[in-house]
Each structure stands twice: as structure tokens, then as C-alpha cells.
């Protein structure tokens, strides 16, 4: 058994960013309440990184195999960014905004793009469709389809259909996924389903920021010591994201009552499919009700010998760094999230 208490002790930064932004109490809140927040996330002051450098930017639409259309918007780096990493063809990130699987869109992340795009990579940033009007596991599937497309056209040298998406060449053995919470188990979905697809191996890392590694209501409690309990009891206030949000958004996923693999894997993914996973680099915040099942994990990856790196923002609220830019603790997670991205061989 362990503990993570010690995350939780609220970083002083956040503590007084918090006293400057009034909190709406979300006991209330309806599922149109709930989007409206989330879209609003992008409206956070961005000093760090405030728009296009080095890239260019194009919003279309990527058919699935089902022939629905799954809006996208695509980042290609530009001569300067190309001339900087030698010309070399660009890696190719996948990216999966968060929104507790009913909202969100594609500003929610942009300035991630942005940057990834400035080292000379192309960033396909989603725009899955939501619950619950659909299905639990649309937004996993729709955005399985969108990446099993671009790389069915790039395998398949068919250049007419990437430049349609306004996609240039880019390399197909630097294929990366990049989800934030929902967009976490969306990116870890995607690599599980490749696994079961037998494609092991076209994946080659994943970025895991505040991942829902476990259905809250199926927790392994039994794994946790600690006399203040789970992180689902100690953050159960936390700024941003409540026990109470995360049981709404769970409720509205619609989720199966038996633990699902792709949403629970911590506790349903078997070990064998688990060892087949790429490199992952897992970011976490100490003041996240989510915090304790993605440190449990990551510890499982590690003992199962997956190439693992854990990154805990401790004192922080769920996902904070995808956009209070603002803060001294994101520049450090920037730079932290470089080196990873090196590590990960994103870009050089």
C-alpha cells in the first residue's frame, strides 16, 4: 500500500490565484452549465505563449469509417520550424482536448498545439464527438477514427488525401497521442485499441495529463494507506474539479456498470495488453480528485517494464498547466513537458 497525502498541500501560487477568481459553486449546475465553463476555459490569461509562431493552422473535417465527419484542426509547422529541426520530416501528434467527455473544444489545448508545432511537429487537434447524446465511447472511437484515417492515407502514400486535410508529409514513425482528462483515457482508448488491432508498435508514445485511469466508483481503496483516505476523498473540494463534477460527468458518459478496460484499465486492463504499450510520460496534480488512480497507474506501467515517467505538480488543481499559462508552476511543467517530449524522440 502507499500514499500520496503529501500532493495535496496547496502550492502558494495557486493558493493566491484562487483569492483573485471568484468560484461558482457548481452544486446546481446543469449539463449546459457544465459547457458553458468548459468552453470558457480558453479565456485564461496566456502570457506564456499567446498565438501562432511558427506554424500555420487550417480547420477541416476528417471522415471515420462510418462516414461521419469529425471536425479537426490542423498545425503545420512552417519554414522556419522545418529549418530549425534540419528539415527533417515532422513527428505527427494526435491531440485530445478534455471536457469530462460531454464538452470542451478545440481552443481547450491550443496553445499545447501551437507549441508542439513550433519544434516541427504536426498537431491534428480532434474535435470528438460528446455524451451523453452519444455513446460512452464515441469520443474514443471517433477519435481512434480520425487518427486510423490519416495514417491509413499516409501508409497508403495516398498524398491527394492528406493535402485535402491540408496534412503535409510527415513521419510515420514519430506517431504520438496527446489527451488531457478525458483526453487522457481517449489517448490511453487509442493505444488499447491499436493493441487489440494488432498494431503494437505505431504508437510511439503517449502524453498523459490528469488521466482518469479508473472509474471513481470501482477504486482499489485497498491500495491507498492513508488515514485521510483516497484522493477522492482529500481533494473532494478541490478548485476546478469536485468529487461531485466527476461524478456528474461520469453519470452523463454513461458509462458500463462493470469495470470498463478502456476507462478503468488501472483495475481492468490485463497485464499483457498493458506491457505492449509505447513509452508514456503521465503528468498529475496533487490537489486532483483523479490524482490517486493515474500514480497507481503509472506504478503498474513501471512494474510491468513500460518506459514510464511520472511528472507530479504538487499543490495543484486537476489539469491546471493546459491553461492558467500565467503561473511560475507552468513554465516549469513547460519545460519539464520539453524534456519529456525529447525523451519521447518528438523531436530532437
Known amino acids: 500500500m502507499t500514499s500520496y497525502t503529501e500532493y495535496s498541500k496547496i502550492a502558494p501560487e495557486f493558493e493566491q490565484m484562487l483569492k483573485l477568481i471568484p468560484r461558482d459553486d457548481s452544486a446546481n449546475y446543469s449539463l449546459e452549465d457544465y459547457r458553458r465553463v468548459l468552453d470558457n476555459l480558453a479565456t485564461f490569461p496566456n502570457t506564456l505563449y499567446s498565438g501562432?509562431?511558427?506554424?500555420?493552422?487550417?480547420?477541416?473535417?476528417?471522415?471515420?469509417?462510418?462516414?461521419?465527419?469529425?471536425?479537426?484542426?490542423?498545425?503545420?509547422?512552417?519554414?522556419?520550424?522545418?529549418?530549425?529541426?534540419?528539415?527533417?520530416?515532422?513527428?505527427?501528434?494526435?491531440h485530445f482536448h478534455g471536457g469530462g467527455w460531454v464538452g470542451g473544444n478545440l481552443e481547450f489545448g491550443h496553445p499545447h498545439c501551437l507549441w508542439y508545432a513550433s519544434h516541427n511537429v504536426t498537431v491534428i487537434n480532434v474535435g470528438y464527438r460528446f455524451c451523453p447524446e452519444n455513446p460512452y465511447n464515441t469520443p474514443q472511437d471517433d477519435s481512434y477514427g480520425v487518427y486510423r484515417a490519416v495514417l491509413h492515407a499516409a501508409d497508403n502514400k495516398l498524398q491527394d488525401q492528406l493535402k485535402s486535410w491540408g496534412i503535409p508529409e510527415f513521419d510515420t514513425e514519430k506517431v504520438y497521442l496527446y489527451g488531457t482528462s478525458a483526453g487522457a483515457q481517449?489517448?490511453?482508448?487509442?493505444?488499447?485499441?491499436?493493441?487489440?488491432?494488432?498494431?503494437?508498435?505505431?504508437?510511439?508514445?503517449?502524453?498523459?495529463?490528469?488521466?482518469?485511469?479508473v472509474d471513481v466508483h470501482l477504486f482499489p481503496t485497498e491500495k491507498i494507506s492513508s488515514d485521510q483516505g483516497t484522493s477522492i476523498v482529500q481533494n473532494k473540494d478541490a478548485p476546478f474539479v469536485t468529487a461531485v463534477d466527476v461524478d456528474r460527468y461520469i453519470a452523463w458518459r454513461n458509462s458500463p456498470p462493470e469495470a470498463d478496460k478502456y476507462f478503468s484499465p488501472l483495475v481492468a486492463l490485463d497485464d499483457e495488453s498493458?506491457?505492449?504499450?509505447?513509452?508514456?510520460?503521465?503528468?498529475?496534480?496533487?490537489?486532483?480528485?483523479?490524482?490517486?488512480?493515474?500514480?497507481?497507474?503509472?506504478?503498474?506501467?513501471?512494474?510491468?517494464?513500460?518506459?514510464?515517467?511520472?511528472?507530479?505538480?504538487?499543490?495543484?488543481?486537476?489539469?491546471?498547466?493546459?491553461?492558467?499559462?500565467?503561473?511560475?508552476?507552468?513554465?516549469?511543467?513547460l519545460n519539464q513537458l520539453e524534456e519529456a517530449s525529447r525523451w519521447m524522440g518528438v523531436f530532437n
Not at 56 to 73: A, K, Q, S
Not at 274 to 279: E, I, R, T, V
Not at 289 to 311: H, I, N, P, Y
Open 52 to 94: 501562432p509562431k511558427d506554424c500555420e493552422t487550417n480547420d477541416t473535417e476528417i471522415p471515420i469509417r462510418d462516414g461521419t465527419l469529425i471536425p479537426v484542426r490542423i498545425y503545420t509547422p512552417n519554414e522556419a520550424a522545418r529549418a530549425a529541426a534540419g528539415n527533417q520530416l515532422p513527428s505527427i501528434l494526435f
Open 186 to 213: 481517449i489517448a490511453s482508448a487509442c493505444a488499447i485499441i491499436d493493441i487489440e488491432n494488432k498494431r503494437t508498435g505505431v504508437i510511439k508514445g503517449l502524453f498523459l495529463h490528469g488521466l482518469p485511469a
Open 274 to 333: 498493458l506491457k505492449q504499450f509505447p513509452k508514456v510520460y503521465h503528468e498529475a496534480y496533487g490537489m486532483d480528485v483523479l490524482r490517486d488512480g493515474q500514480l497507481l497507474f503509472a506504478e503498474r506501467m513501471k512494474e510491468l517494464g513500460v518506459d514510464t515517467r511520472v511528472q507530479i505538480h504538487s499543490g495543484y488543481g486537476h489539469c491546471l498547466f493546459s491553461t492558467a499559462w500565467m503561473l511560475e508552476g507552468a513554465k516549469v511543467a
